[in-house]
């Protein structure tokens, strides 16, 4: 199967942003152009042919692409792309038909699934119709008989009418047919149409079924109000279909996404404690790649750039990533850094979209980074977070049997990072019903385990595995608030680990921001931040959010973890480091005043 994909026109509703671009490469909020997204999505499912029709700026369209490894190209230019329309592109691609196609425009977003669920039909000829989905006024939309599709159009009312996006899966036989009746109108001087209008001509013989897209995700971006909506919504469903595996056997999984992406050679990142692992160094040695290693446990900015330069000198294509929070951060890192040159100052480029294998396997429960788009890194003995959609792992394997040997502390700080960073979700500015719900589910496992699993029980490895994925999910939506801004420099400056470290700061946070409920700064006011207090009370099995706290004290007493120790010259080093950004996602304003304030009762000053 191969793809077809119009991309002539002028986009001149993109006012500025095509004056001198065309608009497939006009770009989402997270960096990646629209034309790099739909071709990393149709390679991701086994298309490697593409053809793609090109107006103004044709040479930017193959320079961007020249940079995409692994597809093959062909380019047929609308010299007349000014006074023809679609029609007329697809006529000069006439002979380049030789088997079944995906046909879409190019100014299309959409998700995984959709492809997934194109390509894995048996059905030779499918359209896609938004069953569910409000008819627009100015875009297409389809008649459909019999669950077949029967006329395309801008301008069909009634019933049996839906939204329809110009995206078809098409045998070779139907496209002919098509063609035949574009090669038609062509002839008879009908340039300035839809290549749809000759498409209709033929839907009767062309028996074209329906794919209902109404739970997936594809709009067109026609104008900046178009990109600003897309934008907002696409993240959330690109978090959903990222990839996750449970499994022990790592290495035969690791080995099968290799030979189904065709990556030809992966850098290996991994923690220094997997060289006791025998299983791991076997896979090691039969993966025979480029290995990074060499990185602290909060990784250096330098250390990033060391293994961003084996990467480079090893020509690698990808990243796997098996290791603790750090480890991961360390290979997203790199892989945000990959297309840049290690001799200029990296760590305030504005971050591009990366399209980048990376695979991730976690060996402690805690973070969730396998499952997030933020990695964090010290530059200059300063916390930096790196924040970029690409910096999702494309495929996460979750393999318990590494929390067996896990150190007690360890097992204590990890988890208690997993439980702060579910409630810090829930309560958020950000928060969203999904990520609520991610929390939830999160918070009532490790509710119901963590005191086996601080024990040393490991009857329940893959339930903290699980709540760990899931806080990570969680967090991926909503960002941190003010207990992780607070505990960044408690770990520095103490020792505390940084699962320890946040938990000290959460009650007395929570504290403060029940008895200062009147600074509210969630949009959604002080109700809405009450009711989402009484929520998690519902869940700690408080009576409401007043009593809530006893709660989180009480639990964070079980795991019986020392108080660092802190004087007034470490506070006001504290009160100084606190990241403003942060703050900003926490549903009650925090004053430099009420920093120190809450400080000073974590620590009984």
């Known amino acids: 199967m191969k793809a077809f994909i119009f991309n002539s026109g002028i986009g001149s509703r993109m006012k500025h942003l095509t004056k001198n671009s065309p608009k497939a490469l006009v770009k989402l909020s997270n960096g990646e152009t629209i034309l790099g997204r739909q071709i990393r999505i149709l390679k991701d499912y086994g298309i490697k042919e593409f053809i793609i029709t090109t107006g103004p700026f044709e040479q930017k369209i193959k320079d961007f692409t020249s940079n995409i490894k692994g597809i093959e190209i062909t380019y047929v230019k609308n010299e007349i792309y000014d006074k023809t329309n679609s ?86 036989d139907t ?114 790649c480029p290995t990074f290693c060499d990185y602290s446990p909060n990784p250096l900015y330098e250390e990033v750039i060391n293994g961003l330069n084996v990467f480079n000198q090893e020509n690698c294509d990808s990243i796997i990533a098996i290791g603790g929070g750090s480890c991961i951060d360390v290979a997203k890192a790199i892989k945000l850094y990959s297309p840049y040159d290690t001799n200029q100052e990296l760590i305030n480029t504005k971050s591009e979209y990366v399209d980048l294998k990376l695979i991730a396997l976690p060996t402690t429960a805690g973070t969730g980074t396998e499952s997030t788009r933020y990695s964090v890194i010290y530059y200059n003995n300063e916390k930096q977070s790196l924040v970029n959609d690409s910096l999702l792992p494309d495929f996460v394997i979750l393999n318990s049997e590494f929390l067996n040997n896990l150190p007690i502390y360890q097992r204590k700080s990890t988890i208690l990072d997993a439980l702060c960073q579910s409630i810090e979700a829930f309560w958020s500015v950000n928060s969203t019903r999904e990520s609520k ?28 595995m699980k709540a760990s994925n899931l806080a990570g999910k969680a967090i991926n939506i909503t960002q941190t608030t003010a207990p992780h801004a607070m505990s960044y420099r408690i770990t520095s400056l103490t020792g505390a680990s940084h699962g320890h470290a946040v938990s000290l700061c959460l009650p007395e946070v929570y504290s403060y921001m029940i008895e200062n409920i009147d600074k509210t700064i969630d949009p959604r006011g002080v109700q809405h931040v009450k009711e989402t207090f009484n929520e998690l009370a519902n869940i700690f099995g408080a009576s409401n959010y007043n009593q809530l706290n006893n709660q989180f004290k009480k639990i ?48 009984n000053l």
Do not use: C
Not at 577 to 599: C, F, G, M, W
């Open 87 to 172: 029609i007329y592109s697809l006529y000069l691609a006439r002979d380049l038909f030789d088997e079944e196609f995906i046909v879409l425009h190019g100014d299309l977003v959409f998700n995984k699934e959709i492809i997934k669920k194109l390509i894995d039909s048996n059905k030779p000829n499918i359209g896609l119709i938004g069953k569910t989905v409000p008819l627009p006024d100015k875009d297409f939309k389809g008649l459909v008989v019999n669950d077949k599709l029967k006329q395309i159009s801008v301008d069909l009312y009634g019933e049996n009418i839906y939204a329809l996006q110009p995206m078809y899966k098409m045998s070779k």
């Open 175 to 288: 496209i002919h047919l098509w063609l035949n009746k574009v090669v038609e109108m062509v002839t008879n001087k009908t340039l300035n149409v839809y290549a749809e209008n000759a498409l209709n001509d033929v839907l009767d013989e062309s028996n074209i079924s329906i794919l209902d897209y109404s739970n997936e995700y594809i709009d067109e971006v026609d104008n900046l109000e178009d990109l600003d909506r897309v934008s907002k919504i696409i993240g959330g469903f690109d978090y959903n279909d990222q990839e996750i595996k449970i499994d022990s056997d790592y290495s035969t999984i690791i080995n099968q996404y290799i030979k189904r992406h065709n990556l030809k050679k992966p850098l290996l990142v991994h923690g220094k404690h997997l060289l006791s692992d025998s299983y791991f160094l076997e896979f090691k040695t039969k993966l025979g």
């Open 437 to 464: 719900e991610y929390s939830k589910v999160a918070i009532k496992i490790i509710l119901t385990v963590y005191k086996r699993y601080i024990n040393g029980n490991n009857d329940s490895l893959d339930l903290i």
């Open 556 to 603: 964070f007493d079980n795991f019986h973890v020392e108080m660092p120790k802190v004087n007034d010259e470490l506070i006001f080093k504290l009160v100084d480091s606190v990241n403003q950004t942060r703050l900003k996602n926490n549903p009650v304003k925090l004053s430099k005043d009420a920093i120190e304030k809450i400080y000073r009762r974590i620590f």
